[in-house]
């Protein structure tokens, strides 16, 4: 079985191979929903192009869309929830005005692209699934697609499912050699020029989930399309987090942000009122003490902060026992560093949530200088943090050290606290 990610829950799904494939497959019910229909004149993609290519174009029909011109909009085949309103997400005022800025002037014909970035939990997926909700209601079409953690999957997975939910058979505009730069540079065209098409009814809003996931052809078409969209009715949001630097998306990055077109979205962790917010929706009147204890905790991170919550009211809140979901997130990203890393990671999780390299060098026995690059690999996997001094650093939330900590077997932790007391006697 592989393992997924859901859109909605963003909690792992269990699915075969067959399961994967068959969400290729055309959303008949949401094209005969929203009345949309994609002109095809001949089967192949040679056929296509040599009918309908104008001045070195491909020329795509979009005919009769009642459905992109009404509220409903088009919605996304991985069936993210999305809200019509402002109402119901905690904070994130300053976000969602800017959302609403490039909205509006992406309808006006000023495309953009624009790349909301956080770490696991911050609410990056939720953010998007507002905008979704903002857009269908002011009648903007809506398609979404999402990158996945999985072996095999097809190259330009998330484009393909924009493409269906558009009901664009992706067969047609995503075919050719992916080694032969000119074959991709056509797709690349037509698909670019296939949104715009769309985008001209009324506007288009595409959202790209876990482009950190996302393949090498898939990126360099994302940075194909944020080079071309500047005067298109097309908003297009990507999502992923910044602490996964050896993904391919780490090496793309660059040139995206050097397109006029692109923006930048950091998010943050909630304040203490925000926090308090979120407590109020699990907990009933929440002290100011139990929500700077929180913050404290989980540094803001709102899927932290709900599951810490949940855990308090249940009476199964536990330091050393931190809730499976959170324990799942740093489990995985201590599974994404090199082993010198994570052994590091491992040992500062028993010196405390704030600790010293020269401590923690002395509990491996190990150089100062030689862990050096080991500390940088963790603050780039978002593990650790620096603080004020020179050589001073700490866990960037007391709840990933404390799942750090609880990922050592009882025989594994016991060394390193003998470890730990050696070096401080030394």
Not at 37 to 52: A, D, F, I, P, V
Not at 387 to 404: C, I, N
Request: neutral net charge; contains cysteine; aromatic residues 4%.
């Amino acid at each position: 079985m592989l393992r997924i990610a859901s859109p909605s829950a963003r909690t792992p799904l269990s699915i075969s191979p067959g399961e994967l494939r068959r969400w290729q497959r055309p959303n008949d019910q949401l094209s005969q929903h929203h009345h949309i229909s994609w002109k095809r004149g001949c089967s192949t993609r040679k056929c296509r192009r040599s009918s309908g290519r104008q001045a070195g174009r491909t020329s795509w029909a979009f005919p009769g869309c009642s459905g992109c011109g009404d509220a409903s909009g088009v919605s996304s085949p991985t069936r993210s929830p999305v809200q019509s309103s402002g109402e119901g997400i905690i904070g994130r005022r300053r976000e969602l005005d800017a959302l609403q800025s490039w909205l509006s002037g992406a309808t006006d014909g000023g495309g953009r692209l624009v790349l909301c970035v956080g770490e696991p939990g911050i609410g990056k997926t939720r953010l998007a699934q507002e905008l979704a909700g903002l857009a269908l209601a002011g009648g903007t079409a809506v398609a979404w697609g999402r990158c996945v953690e999985v072996e095999g999957a097809p190259a330009y997975w998330a484009w393909r499912q924009v493409l269906r939910s558009l009901s664009i058979d992706p067969d047609i505009v995503l075919t050719g050699d992916l080694d032969s730069p000119g074959d991709r540079f056509r797709v690349f065209e037509d698909l670019t020029e296939a949104l715009r098409n769309v985008a001209d009814q009324n506007g288009l809003v595409v959202i790209l989930d876990d482009t950190h996931w996302g393949d090498e052809a898939s990126l360099l078409l994302l940075r194909h399309v944020a080079n071309q969209i500047g005067d298109a009715r097309l908003l297009l949001v990507a999502t992923f987090r910044d602490q996964e630097p050896s993904s391919i998306l780490a090496r793309v990055l660059p040139d995206l942000l050097r397109c006029p077109a692109v923006e930048r979205l950091d998010l943050r962790g909630f304040d203490l009122a925000e926090v308090s917010q979120q407590l109020a929706t699990t907990t009933e009147q929440p002290s100011d003490q139990d929500a700077r204890a929180v913050l404290d905790v989980t540094g803001g991170n709102p899927l932290f902060v709900r599951e810490v919550a949940r855990a308090m009211t249940d009476g199964t809140w536990r330091p050393s026992q931190p809730p499976r979901t959170v324990l799942d997130i740093v489990t995985a990203r201590l599974g994404r560093v090199s082993p010198d890393c994570r052994r590091l990671v491992q040992a500062a999780a028993i010196v405390g949530r704030d600790f010293s390299l020269t401590l923690v060098a002395a509990t491996l026995n190990e150089p100062v200088a030689q862990c050096l690059p080991l500390i940088d690999e963790a603050i780039g996997y978002g593990l650790l943090d620096r603080v004020g001094e020179a050589g001073e650093f700490r866990f960037v939330h007391a709840l990933t050290r404390d799942a750090v900590a609880a990922s050592l077997t009882s025989t594994d932790r016991a060394a390193l606290h003998r470890a730990v007391a050696e070096a401080i006697e030394a």
